[in-house]
């Protein structure tokens, strides 16, 4: 699962390639249009931007941080989800100078930092945890006979110990939170004329 957001009125530099998909394009085809695709976004900064849900949640959760107070809570749950939020032009800009400015005094870098030993942390002690169901899944098999049987099938006691470990899964190792995301979502606010989160 991602996170498409789209440009509502981007500035564009260039004209954005089209392909009939009804007229079954050759293989060659499909990689010209993929490839000019690609160019057009990398030229059109504010025509397209897209996090998957790993990189967008830490994204999307530190910019209504630094925009606290310009948008509402139910607007602030729209972020979370694909349902089409829209953000107007003036308040993509407002984001945009927002968090240019956290990037300038340094808060954005620091939260790289803080993000990255959060995640070595919750790395650790899911590499512990896997081992605990690793071994759990052994015992299983032994007292089953059953080698290719899934946690959803073990039996009691083994399936409650499973999603008692299981609970304890750190998520903060799956959401990484770079500056450099910060900075081209930047840019995507500044030329896209405001945008919809889909």
């Keep these: 699962m991602g996170f498409d957001i789209y440009g509502l009125k981007p500035k564009l530099k260039s ?12 293989k060659e085809e499909t990689k010209k249009y993929f490839e000019e695709r690609e160019k057009f976004n990398q030229t059109n900064k504010g025509h397209y931007f897209r996090n998957n849900v790993w990189w967008w949640r830490p994204l999307a959760d530190y910019v209504l941080e630094v925009t606290e107070g310009m948008f509402t809570d139910d607007e602030k749950s729209e972020w979370h989800n694909n349902g089409g939020f829209e953000v107007s032009e003036e ?9 240019e400015e956290s990037v300038k005094i340094g ?14 942390k919750a790395e650790k002690n899911n590499k512990i945890l896997q081992g605990k169901l690793d071994e759990l899944k052994k015992i299983v ?5 059953k080698k290719d049987i899934v946690p959803i099938n073990y039996p009691e006691p083994f399936n409650s110990q499973w999603n008692d470990i299981n609970k304890m ?7 990484p939170f770079k500056e450099d995301n910060v900075k081209e979502f930047i840019m995507f606010c500044r030329e896209s004329g405001g945008f919809k989160i889909c």
């Design 169 to 175: 899964t750190d998520w903060k190792a799956h959401y």
């Design 91 to 99: 308040q993509a800009l407002t984001i945009a100078n927002l968090l």
């Design 141 to 145: 098999i032994d007292k089953t006979g």
């Design 107 to 120: 808060i954005t870098k620091g939260l790289e930092q803080k993000y990255s030993k959060e995640m070595k």
């Design 15 to 26: 004209k954005q390639p089209i392909i009939d998909w009804d007229k079954n394009p050759s």
